[in-house]
């Protein structure tokens, strides 16, 4: 067992939560995934969960995502097309932040430092009173392969 399943695991039993088998199976599917740089969709943890733990129905799965993600162990951020992905959080949660684009084109989604934005988050809630949350939603663009290489720089 991993590090960080270990420890969601510990936050989960502080929280009075139980670890259940479908707990456990979607820990390791997103623990996998992000070690892996994937951004996977509830539908596509729920295959994976189907691989290591047969017995856990699907719908047990979304519904564990949920209480997951009350219970500050995952996170989601929404994607372009109506699609969520998830991950899992780390302890502080502060020590590992991070934003998300995703190319329209080939739909590859990025992790960007969320510094990247902080011009355009205080230009918003200067001019606006707008404060912005990068860590929930990706922004949409185009990615370096797809552009074909060539970034315009404004």
């Known amino acids: 067992m991993s590090v960080r399943v270990a420890d969601a695991l ?11 088998p479908a707990r456990y199976a979607v ?17 596509q943890i729920g295959a994976r969960v189907a691989d290591v733990e047969p017995s856990v129905h699907r719908a047990t799965v979304y519904r564990t995502l949920t209480a997951l993600v009350e219970t500050g162990v995952l996170s989601h951020v ?5 699609a969520t992905v998830y991950h899992l959080t780390e302890r502080p ?11 329209h084109a080939c739909g590859r989604v990025l ?17 606006l009173g707008f404060v ?21 720089h404004t």
Do not use: K, N, Y
């Open 132 to 152: 912005l949350d990068t860590g929930h939603a990706a922004l949409l663009g185009t990615c370096r392969e797809c552009a074909g290489g060539v970034i315009a």
């Open 93 to 103: 949660a502060a020590e590992h932040p991070h934003a998300h684009v995703q190319c």
């Open 78 to 82: 929404h994607l372009g097309g109506a």
């Open 27 to 43: 820990l390791r599917v997103l623990d996998a995934a992000d070690l892996a740089d994937e951004h996977l969709t509830a539908e």
């Open 111 to 127: 992790d960007v430092a969320p510094d990247v934005f902080d011009g355009v988050a205080a230009r918003l809630r200067d001019d």
């Open 10 to 20: 510990s936050r989960l039993r502080a929280a009075g939560d139980r670890v259940t």
